[in-house]
């Protein structure tokens, strides 16, 4: 019988979870519908059990939550612009599948859900570095969707006593990001792109900025959220990220140092419901957690690199 459960196990996060995970001798169980996930991220996941299926289906998730005590909860359908194309997908696969989660989780008897929540939360404000205080100001369906999610684990903890804790991630990027979609990350893109020598495009002037964040960080962030005292962590909502940030024209200046690229770089306009900076106060989860940062941008770009290179990926 498994004792966590990892939902989105074939995604780029939900995956590295499960592996870390594994490594510590636990026993886990996964779920993915794959609409995003790939069937080689489960390669080296073997320990794990592992079910196919969408969680907005109430019998999925009944199946999935059966006897486990806690759960990471990373299935979702990312991307802001593909929430500005489609917003019923995007609700169905991170509201209505997070309900149907958490009631089944409720009822039976899962003990606390790690979540995956979004810094798209805090929307354009101009307030640097953003910090959980801040009222939210979402502006695509995506971060709407993913600050839902979040609304519902506090009020099964304030409703039903279910311990939840939200991470707001800022960024994450790291090897087996998804690299192919139109929708996929811009670091995976990048990456892939300069490697190959094809022309990187940036949306807007290159001047936005994120706290882009090294899995392995994130990895960490989330087995201290599994383990911290409930009485710190239930029912909180903490930042997930490394408190520094780097703009998009610096980052493909870095990418030029590590891949070699000596091409152009093509400016196109800027993505509507984008926002222009994004910085994370980390304060909070190193008060609660106890969680550092453990891998920088430039290392965690490197090592990055090296993965899509030794797995030969394209972007
Ligand atoms: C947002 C969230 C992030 C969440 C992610 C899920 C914010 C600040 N961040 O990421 O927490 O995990 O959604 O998908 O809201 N770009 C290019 N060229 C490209 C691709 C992207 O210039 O080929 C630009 C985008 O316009 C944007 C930046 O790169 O300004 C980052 O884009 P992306 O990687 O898609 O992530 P966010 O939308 O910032």
Redesign the pocket.
């Known amino acids: 019988m498994a004792k966590y459960l990892v939902t989105g196990a074939a995604g780029f996060i939900g995956r590295s979870i499960a592996a870390a995970l594994l490594e510590r001798g636990e026993t886990v169980r996964g779920v993915d519908n794959f609409a995003t996930g790939k069937r080689s991220n489960l390669v080296g996941l073997e320990g794990m059990e592992f079910v196919e299926g969408d969680l907005s289906d109430a019998a999925v998730c009944e199946r999935v939550v059966a006897g486990v005590e806690i759960i990471f909860h990373e299935a979702a359908l ?3 612009p593909r929430s500005v194309e489609d917003p019923i997908s995007t609700n169905t696969a991170c509201v209505d599948a997070t309900v149907q989660l958490l009631w089944a989780a409720k009822k039976a008897g899962v003990r606390r859900v790690v979540y995956a929540a ?3 939360a805090y929307g354009d404000t101009p307030t640097l570095p953003k910090h959980e205080g801040m009222l939210p100001a979402p502006i695509s369906p ?2 709407v969707a993913k600050l839902s999610g979040e609304l519902y684990m506090q009020s099964f903890w304030r409703v039903y006593g279910l311990e939840t804790v939200c991470l707001r ?4 990027f790291g090897p087996y990001q998804d690299p192919t979609s139109f929708y996929s ?2 670091l995976a ?1 990048f990456c892939t792109r300069m490697m190959a020598g094809e022309t ?5 002037d290159g001047s ?1 900025s ?1 706290d882009f964040t090294f899995i392995e960080n994130t990895v960490r962030g989330n087995l201290l959220a599994a383990e911290a005292p409930a009485e710190k962590v239930a029912g909180r909502v903490m930042n997930m990220a490394t408190g520094s940030r780097i703009t ?1 024209n610096d980052v493909v200046e870095e990418l030029r140092g590590i891949t070699g690229y000596a091409g152009e770089v093509i400016y196109g306009p800027e ?1 509507n419901g ?2 222009k900076h ?1 910085l994370a106060d980390i304060g909070l989860a190193k008060e609660l957690l106890g969680y550092e940062p453990v891998v920088e941008f430039r290392e965690g770009l490197g090592r990055t690199v090296e993965w899509y290179r030794e797995t030969e990926q394209q972007g």
């Open positions: 990312p991307s802001v979004s810094s798209s995506y971060a991630y800022f960024n994450v990350g811009v893109k990187p495009t940036i949306f807007g936005q994120r998009l993505r984008d926002i994004s």
